[in-house]
T-cell receptor, first 112, second 117 residues
Framework: DQQVKQNSPSLSVQEGRISILNCDYTNSMFDYFLWYKKYPAEGPTFLISISSIKDKNEDGRFTVFLNKSAKHLSLHIVPSQPGDSAVYFCAASHLTGNQFYFGTGTSLTVIP | NAGVMQNPRHLVRRRGQEARLRCSPMKGHSHVYWYRQLPEEGLKFMVYLQKENIIDESGMPKERFSAEFPKEGPSILRIQQVVRGDSAAYFC???????????????FGPGTRLTVL
């Protein structure tokens, strides 16, 4: 039962343009969401998070948007850089739980 | 580097053997999580431990898998009588406090890639 879904397995974007990665979830009890970035042969690295009391959180080139009614979140990277090429996982958790639920990842390629 | 450490990075076992994966959390972190990533899939939660206690093992297979986090030393994920389907990347993460409730991300280790021949 995949409670967090990333329907795009891959995305290619030109350097300097915006990258938009999407994530949907099914559990309305989720109240904390995160994005992780993963390079090959490495563990995921925390990128940015958002609590359900907010609809936007920004950190430098990275912005996460949360639409609770649609159970949808997205990660915007502007401007995209070749070093951003990696697999991006979204994750969610809820107050009564002990785990993060991860999506299947989106592989981003930023073309120089 | 005081990050999460996992060893070995690569482990090859034959069917029926035992696999032991080790995880040392970040300094100051007392919460450890194990995840498994099968090919073409996302990370799937297995177990959450604090020192000497298993808090949540709802993601652990009922047989052959066990985990511990002793008072001293690393957390161990143990897989007995491995089968080919156990081949995966196993990631350990640690956090300072409880996983949920905001502003508390988990820091991941580099993973152990288990291959069962």
């Amino acid at each position: 039962d995949q409670q967090v879904k990333q329907n795009s397995p891959s995305l290619s974007v030109q350097e300097g343009r915006i990258s938009i990665l999407n994530c949907d979830y099914t559990n309305s009890m989720f109240d904390y969401f995160l994005w992780y970035k993963k390079y090959p042969a490495e563990g995921p690295t925390f990128l940015i998070s958002i609590s359900s009391i907010k609809d936007k959180n920004e950190d430098g080139r990275f912005t996460v948007f949360l639409n609770k009614s649609a159970k949808h979140l997205s990660l915007h990277i502007v401007p995209s850089q070749p070093g951003d090429s990696a697999v991006y996982f979204c994750a969610a958790s809820h107050l009564t739980g002990n785990q993060f639920y991860f999506g299947t990842g989106t592989s981003l390629t930023v073309i120089p | 580097n005081a990050g999460v450490m996992q060893n070995p990075r690569h482990l090859v076992r034959r069917r029926g053997q035992e696999a032991r994966l080790r995880c040392s959390p970040m300094k100051g972190h007392s919460h450890v999580y194990w995840y498994r990533q099968l090919p073409e899939e996302g990370l799937k939660f297995m177990v959450y431990l604090q020192k000497e206690n298993i808090i949540d093992e709802s993601g652990m297979p009922k047989e052959r898998f066990s985990a511990e986090f002793p008072k001293e030393g690393p957390s161990i994920l143990r897989i007995q009588q491995v089968v080919r389907g156990d081949s995966a990347a196993y990631f350990c993460a640690s956090s300072r406090s409880v996983p949920s409730g905001g502003n508390n991300e988990q820091f991941f280790g580099p993973g152990t890639r288990l291959t069962v021949l």
